[in-house]
């Protein structure tokens, strides 16, 4: 890898940490090769149960790297879009991947930080942190999916109120809105993101995967549209082997031990 970015295991967790605390865990082009290829390459590996992204030393991320966008500001417009591409090409890889993607946000996620955190399925995050989608604050409009994510999720006038103002909006008022899955104490946000994503690796895969696919469905199909989807994925589920072996344990009253391929 080319970027701060390290991983290690915890069992069937995967994590993976923006080391780079002199930029506050800034991100920029390798950075976004490296993740995306880490994501592709776990989403791939059946003793990957799920994945967990955070920053070291107490902060998830500040976003972008200002010196990177300097530069790019000089750039012809299509190779400006085409270092954007590289952000999104990362957030792509991110909604793709099979495996369960939780992030774990200590001091605060800006940017494209926010971004990061945001295309993660599940986030955790200590009460006294914060996210800020602070582009404007530079002169410059959201990416990563900023806007379509929290467009989903919050009210348009809270939305708007951090796009338009770059504020650092606290967790706890995203938590009551839904936003944020989970609460810590200040420095244990990562432990309790490895704990639910330790949960999570124990259930069945596929279905896990096929529930990722229909919650992004669902935010652009119609009704009727999400219904076909939805009968046609638990009809191709109850004749799989996680299927026999769920039921199963239903009657036999003990915890499933779902196959891991």
Not at 79 to 86: N, T, Y
């Amino acid at each position: 890898m080319t970027s701060h970015l390290s991983t290690r295991r915890d069992g069937r967790i995967l994590i993976a940490v923006n080391d780079d605390p002199a930029t506050r865990n800034a991100l920029g082009w390798d950075f976004y090769e490296d993740f995306a290829n880490v994501i592709t390459l776990a989403g791939a590996d059946d003793g990957v149960g799920g994945i967990v992204v955070t920053g070291a030393e107490g902060f998830f991320s500040s976003g972008g790297n200002v010196v990177g966008l300097r530069e790019r500001a000089a750039m012809e417009l299509n190779d400006r879009k085409a270092g954007v591409d590289r952000l999104h090409t990362m957030i792509r890889a991110m909604r793709a991947c099979p495996k369960p993607i939780i992030a774990a946000i200590e001091g605060g996620a800006a940017g494209a930080g926010a971004s990061l955190a945001l295309a993660c399925d599940l986030i955790v995050a200590a009460r006294d942190a914060y996210l800020s989608v602070a582009y404007v604050k530079i002169g410059l409009t959201p990416d990563g999916g900023a806007t379509a994510f929290l467009g989903r999720a919050l009210p348009r006038q809270l939305l708007n109120e951090m796009a338009m103002t770059g504020d650092r909006i606290g967790v706890e008022r995203l938590h009551a809105l839904g936003l944020i899955n989970h609460l810590s104490t200040p420095g244990q946000a990562l432990d309790d993101a490895i704990a639910r994503a330790t949960i999570l690796a124990e259930g069945p895969p596929h279905a896990l995967a096929e529930i990722k696919r229909l919650v992004d469905g669902a935010q652009h199909h119609s009704l009727d549209a999400q219904l076909d989807q939805e009968a046609d994925a638990i009809a191709r589920a109850l004749g799989g082997a996680e299927a026999r072996e769920g039921i199963a344990a239903f009657f036999d009253k003990r915890k499933p031990s779902f196959p891991r391929a």
